[in-house]
């Protein structure tokens, strides 16, 4: 099964914080899962780095490579026609990250690991 990670699914699976449910530690531990993080996660992660709000052990750059590469995930560009989706989308949630990660799911027809129940208000499954 492929999976995208809402941001705070990673922080938390990363940061072994125990607001992660067993359900989705065991749905990205799994070795037959294919494991997505979206670039719009990065990009969210790097302003909370850069206005203070998230730090990590080590800097941001090192900790974001050594993490997607040590659990094996993929990332998930931009692409236009998740844009598209974007302009079109109710606006149930007006996060701009989270709406991005909403179109992606639709346009890839992955689900998503994550809290965030407004995510239920769209055509997307939520897995948590």
Known sequence: MRLLLDTHT???YVTNNRKLSLKAQQLINDG???VFLSIVSI???AIKHSVGKLR???PFELFMKRQLKV???QLLNIKVDHL???ANLPLHHRDPFDRLIIAQAIAEKIPVVGTDEIFDLYPIERLW
Do not use: K, R, T
Request: proline share 0%; no cysteine.
């Open 71 to 73: 659990n094996d995930f």
């Open 56 to 58: 990590f052990e080590l």
């Open 32 to 34: 037959n899962n294919e």
């Open 10 to 12: 990673f922080i938390w």
């Open 43 to 45: 990009w969210e992660m």
């Open 84 to 86: 598209v989706i974007v």
